[in-house]
């Protein structure tokens, strides 16, 4: 089993830019895929990014294209959304999460683990 715990959530103004962090524990790092998913009030849980095992292969929601960046480090065990030029629709908690596929993948129901999420608040 592997555990997933998010930080660098925060509360951030249009145009500004956050990292958010995830470390995992458990079995080997690098023998997963990683994912970063997010949830608005009210709204259905989307893809935002993907990284492969390798982080050879990345994907990203056109929403956030040209926007957010996903790196992974398997030395420490982390992965990281870098964020810029937020806007109030980027408001949402964002989840991390790691599929046994070791590829970088889009839909959540392929994801085997996820962290507790953290908040992203982008004021106007």
């Known amino acids: 089993q592997v555990q997933l715990v998010e930080s660098g959530g925060g509360l951030v103004q249009a145009g500004g830019s956050l990292i958010l962090s995830c470390a995992a524990s458990?079995?080997?790092?690098?023998?997963?895929?990683m994912g970063w998913f997010r949830q608005a009030p009210g709204k259905e849980r989307e893809f935002v990014a993907t990284?492969?095992?390798?982080?050879?292969?990345?994907y990203y929601a056109e929403s956030v294209k040209g926007r957010f960046t996903i790196s992974r480090d398997n030395t420490k065990n982390t992965v990281a959304l870098q964020m810029n030029s937020l806007k109030p629709e980027d408001t949402a908690v964002y989840y991390c999460?790691?599929?046994?596929?070791?590829?970088?993948?889009?839909?959540?129901?392929?994801?085997?683990?996820w962290g507790q999420g953290t908040q992203v608040t982008v004021s106007s």
């Open positions: 999460a790691a599929t046994r596929t070791k590829m970088a993948l889009t839909t959540r129901r392929n994801y085997d683990y």
């Open positions: 990284i492969s095992w390798s982080g050879s292969t990345t």
């Open positions: 458990g079995r080997t790092f690098s023998s997963y895929g």
